[in-house]
């Protein structure tokens, strides 16, 4: 069982910047495909970025409606993933999940009902 902790939410206005994290205790994160999923009032789930396990090349993977303004990344030392976000905007508020899968394959990297393992969010609130 992996359990995921994310960290990092918050308010901010418009143009402004988080850093969220997606931590595991017990597990190596790189072994671990790791999604970022955002959640609106009133919408469904949708992907915002992803990378892939170490052993499948790290590769990472944005959304368009976050690509140039969201990076995702790894710290395999500190056992954690990254959300940058900078130039944030206020439909970017919404709650921010991440997932991991040990055997996520290319085609489901964007697919949240393929993800095995959900941490329990941190709330994005962006204001203008």
């Known amino acids: 069982q992996v359990q995921l902790v994310e960290s990092g939410g918050g308010s901010v206005q418009v143009g402004g910047s988080l850093r969220l994290s997606c931590s595991t205790s017990g597990s190596t994160i790189s072994n671990y495909a790791v999604g970022w999923f955002r959640q609106a009032p009133g919408k469904e789930r949708e992907f915002v970025a992803a990378i892939r396990s170490r052993s499948s090349g790290s590769r990472a993977y944005h959304a368009d409606s976050v690509k140039g303004r969201f990076t995702i990344s790894r710290d395999n030392a500190k056992n954690t993933v990254y959300l940058q976000m900078n130039s944030l905007k206020p439909e970017d508020t919404a709650v921010y999940y991440c997932?991991?899968?040990?055997?996520?394959?290319?085609?489901?990297?964007?697919?949240?009902?393929?993800?095995?393992?959900w941490g329990q969010g941190t709330q994005v609130t962006v204001s203008s």
């Open positions: 997932a991991a899968d040990s055997r996520l394959i290319l085609s489901s990297i964007a697919k949240s009902e393929d993800y095995d393992y």
